[in-house]
């Protein structure tokens, strides 16, 4: 059933440039634009960029060239324009100047003169005290000859929100009713002493004036959202803002031990998954499954299935854990389903310097579309592609000292002469045939195919995992391969 009203869905997301794009952003922003896309809704991408000593424009930057990479779109927003332009809150300070004048003017909030080390002495007063340790509204109704006083001491105040003295109470869309206690919500900041407005008022602000309906967001900003409803209200009397948005807040993300996935955990960032060629699609399909699933078996789908599916009221509200394994599992699984030419395409980056231990010139086309069906069956990630295809383009395979250790036993060269002797006879036009020289290379020494095929496999690619070995070898060729077997049996003798 849809949790949802019949007026016009509008969501948004609306990250700070501030680093690298992180998982736990992504899936944030994933879960809105499945919601608006669910609801054929709109998705405003706001960027919230008033901390300057944060944001840069490299992150900007990373941060569009990402989302367009994990093929997001977006109704409105950097690129795009829209009727709330601009969307960048840098450019829209004359508006907070505009909304936190309006809000004094009217009472709802006020110029707090408190020097930090007041504060801080006040709250330790408080909680020694057993009391409530917030804001304990010194300056909410100062007369003008302290405010004079203060003046003159040379304080400059920063804006304080004047809370309502009442529990405000509303119904998360993930976690249903939620109750928040005035003396917990206590008056907060809202501008800086030196002019700067702060996320307490610009998100709050944008998102009225956007005429965002729900704000899809995660759970670390659950203790923001009473001292929103309240600012809402405020906005609403006067004029600003239309209605108060309906919230529902994402599970968080654990990482290794059961600890929240942090921005600074290398498993965390965006890049990280895009360096080691995950698909945008499975990526995205993985991160659905953090806090929501399709239905109870299936793990592996399409976007416009999710799209066609996605009920926020199915969210999880517990925190979900991020499992990288799975993660490329599942990515192999969107390996799988793609058209073999795609498969070809996507791996490109991975055949090319700086990956490609090979020179250009050796680079063999033939053998490379020969070889990619087999490497789409094996692959978890486009990045293992280049070890797995490496010895068709080298002269010789490459020296992994681990794997001719773990794979040239006692008799392998006994194996690898009898196995060079039955290839050299076979029929090299039939991966089958390949097969059934080593099978029986195999029996002449006792040795079941998976035994056997080790050495040969070491002795022709250099490593004891990769693409199916006999179709392998028959795209190497039986030239190079028999002369890889005769240098591994010198190698073995000397
Ligand atoms: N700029 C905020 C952040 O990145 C947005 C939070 C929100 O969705 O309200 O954390
Ligand atoms: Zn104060």
Redesign the pocket.
Known sequence: MSSVASAPVRV?F???PTGNPHVG?VR?ALFNWAFAKHHQGTLVFRI?DTDAARDSEESYDQLLDSLRWLGFDWDEGPEVGGPHAPYRQSQRMDIYRDVAQKLQDAGRAYHCYCSTAELDARRDAARAAGKPSGYDGHCRDLSAEQVEAYRAEGRTPIVRFRMPDETITFTDLVRGELTFTAENVPDYGIVRANGAPL?TLV?PVDDALMEITH?L??ED?LS?TPRQIALYKALIDLGIAKEIPSFGHLPYVMGEGNKKLSKRDPESSLNLYRERGFLPEGLLNYLSLLGWSLSGDRDVFSMDEMVAAFEISDVNPNPARFDLKKCEAINGDHIRLLDVKDFTERCAPWLQAPFAPWAPEDFDEAKWQAVAPHAQTRLKVLSEITDNVDFLFLAEPVEDEASWTKAMKEGSDALLRTAREKLESADWTSAEALKEAVLAAGETHGLKLGKAQAPVRVAVTGRTIGLPLFESLEILGKEKTLARIDAALARLAA
């Open positions: 948004r609306c990250p700070s952003l944030t919230e996320y998100n704000v967001r995660g900003l923001s």
